[in-house]
């Protein structure tokens, strides 16, 4: 299912009223205050010129905050969220979990599946191409990578090693980019070949479920 697209601004909202519903240790809650902090940012460089097509930009970061939204709703209403989010939601109240493994899960989740799905819907939304949006894509990921910094900044503890380090070890924002814009040109070379496209996709979606689960893996018994 998919949530209504909203503007950015909404999107900042609904978020924002999530962040104040879900308990803090919520593993969702971890995420959603992550990706509050990116909508924010992302919504002021809109209006600051940072991109060089802001209209598109736009698009893109309502269309990607639908994906998240469409999870939220999905497990509200008692549906299975998408494959790639269903470990975030299966494993939110995982005792042993560290609350920047659930921020990684959920990071996960939505760069290497939800991105590139985003990417694809605003070329069918503004008539634009992939190479069209890459260099804003690059530019969405600077400010990605700035908040995952702060992120693990704030919630790691120092020094890091055993098995949280293990677990961290699973995943990289800069691996997960590049992931994500091949996924990109792969769906897009497939977008006149539905079945094939659509068989791609959940391969996807499930893939990417399983690094979110590897991520999740309790730090400590039971």
Do not use: K
């Not at 992302?42 to 736009?58: E, I, K, S």
């Not at 530019?139 to 995952?148: D, F, K, P």
């Not at 693990?152 to 070890?169: D, K, N």
């Amino acid at each position: 299912m998919t949530a209504p697209v909203l503007t950015v601004d909404q999107v900042v909202d609904r978020m924002t009223q999530l962040a104040a519903e879900l308990p803090p240790a919520d593993g969702v809650a971890v995420f959603n205050a992550m990706y509050l902090t990116v909508t924010r940012l992302v919504r002021d460089h809109l209006a600051a010129g940072y991109f060089d097509d802001p209209a598109a930009m736009a698009e893109l970061d309502a269309v990607f905050a639908a994906r998240y939204l469409a999870a939220v709703d999905d497990d509200r209403a008692g549906r299975r969220p998408a494959a790639c989010w269903r470990p975030l939601f299966d494993l939110r109240a995982a005792p042993g979990v560290h609350p920047l493994q659930f921020a990684l899960a959920g990071m996960n989740a939505h760069i290497e599946n939800d991105l590139p799905l985003a990417v694809l819907d605003t070329c069918r939304l503004t008539g634009r191409t992939p190479d069209q949006l890459h260099a804003d894509y690059l530019r969405i990921n600077t400010l990605l990578a700035q908040v995952e910094a702060q992120v693990r900044a704030a919630l790691l503890p120092v020094p890091v090693g055993g098995p949280l380090l293990h677990v961290l070890s699973v995943w990289s924002i800069d691996r997960a980019r590049d992931a994500a814009w091949a996924s990109v040109l792969t769906l897009w070379e497939l977008r006149r070949l539905p079945p094939a496209r659509a068989l791609v996709a959940d391969a996807l979606s499930g893939s990417v479920g399983m690094v979110s689960r590897a991520l999740l893996t309790p730090l400590s018994p039971n």
